[in-house]
T-cell receptor, first 111, second 110 residues
């Protein structure tokens, strides 16, 4: 089945140690998104790629970066994780501006 | 900011219909109403969306009022696996961002 895959499902990192989360998709969608969801809160968009064009949300901290080497893969890099960055990170994809489909998420724990 | 208002929680008995309301009184004529749900510790799952007409798929029905200021998501025969947070989202056409509100926590009980 076509899907959005996120690895790993759980990631533990140390305070200040760079970490990368990955997302891949078999839907061949041209748009990929990264959302952050903190405990008991709703998901919040960090940024998205429309094809190769990167679109950052105005309030996304500089600590968060993203790479999209090809259509299928997208990475979320957190340069210096703080305790406040502990959250579920959700990847989603869409074809153009149509319906977004989400992956299972990666839960990040910062020690 | 989210443009929708939903009750924070609802209960439903297994096998009965679950009717989840959403108020979007400031919706514009070309904005879509989307519904997603999120089961605990999973990613949001797309359910259904609509513009003006009522919509039905294998998961649910979406009823949009004639003035489009509110809508209702109907799960016709709720099961325990339907326990989740349900998000109603208003989205302009051609707009990438999904702005999630606080959602409705639906608890389906035996």
């Amino acid at each position: 089945d076509a899907m959005v895959i996120q690895n790993p499902r759980y990631q533990v990192t140390q305070f200040g140690k760079p970490v990368t989360l990955s997302c891949s998709q078999t839907l061949n969608h041209n748009v990929m998104y990264w959302y952050q969801q903190k405990s008991s809160q709703a998901p919040k968009l960090l940024f998205h790629y429309y094809d190769k064009d990167f679109n950052n949300e105005a309030d996304t901290p500089d600590n968060f970066q993203s790479r999209r080497p090809n259509t299928s893969f997208c990475f979320l890099d957190i340069r210096s994780p703080g305790l406040g960055d502990a959250a579920m990170y959700l990847c989603a994809t869409s074809r153009e501006v149509e319906t977004q489909y989400f992956g299972p998420g990666t839960r990040l724990l910062v020690l | 900011d989210a443009k929708t208002t939903q009750p924070p929680s609802m209960d439903c008995a297994e096998g009965r219909a679950a009717n989840l309301p959403c108020n979007h009184s400031t919706i514009s004529g070309n904005e879509y109403v989307y519904w997603y749900r999120q089961i605990h510790s999973q990613g949001p799952q797309y359910i259904i969306h609509g513009l003006k007409n009522n919509e039905t798929n294998e998961m649910a029905s979406l009823i949009i009022t004639e003035d489009r200021k509110s809508s209702t998501l109907i799960l016709p025969h709720a099961t325990l696996r339907d326990t989740a947070v349900y998000y109603c989202i208003v989205r302009p056409p051609g707009f990438q961002k999904l702005v999630f509100g606080t959602g409705t926590r639906l608890l389906v009980s035996p």
